[in-house]
Nanobody
């Protein structure tokens, strides 16, 4: 069973930076493609960034391109989302996700609040 545990959320001022992290267990990490989603109050969960197995390819939502960077550390079985130039509209709960076959696995989420 894949388990994901996020950390690193918090309160930051507009224009600031924050990194959220996710530690993964229960599956050979290098083989996993990994995603960061976010869900703002009253909105649907949206895909923010993805990184392929072995880290060869990453993709971003248009709203975060150029500001967010996804990375992975295969030795520490972790995936990170570096967020720069944060905006109030980035306020959301951020979730780590991976998909294995028909199964979706999610962490518990970590709250990011960006103040004006």
């Amino acid at each position: 069973q894949v388990q994901l545990v996020e950390s690193g959320g918090g309160l930051v001022q507009s224009g600031g930076s924050l990194t959220v992290s996710c530690v993964v267990s229960g599956f050979p990490f290098s083989w996993l493609s990994l995603n960061w989603y976010r869900q703002a109050p009253g909105k649907e969960r949206e895909l923010v960034a993805s990184i392929s197995a072995f880290g060869g390819t990453s993709n971003y939502a248009d709203s975060v391109k150029g500001r967010f960077t996804i990375s992975r550390d295969n030795g520490k079985k972790s995936v990170h989302l570096q967020m720069n130039n944060l905006k109030p509209e980035d306020t959301a709960v951020y979730y780590c996700n991976t998909r294995q076959g028909v199964n979706d696995y999610w962490g518990q989420g970590t709250q990011v609040i960006v103040s004006f």
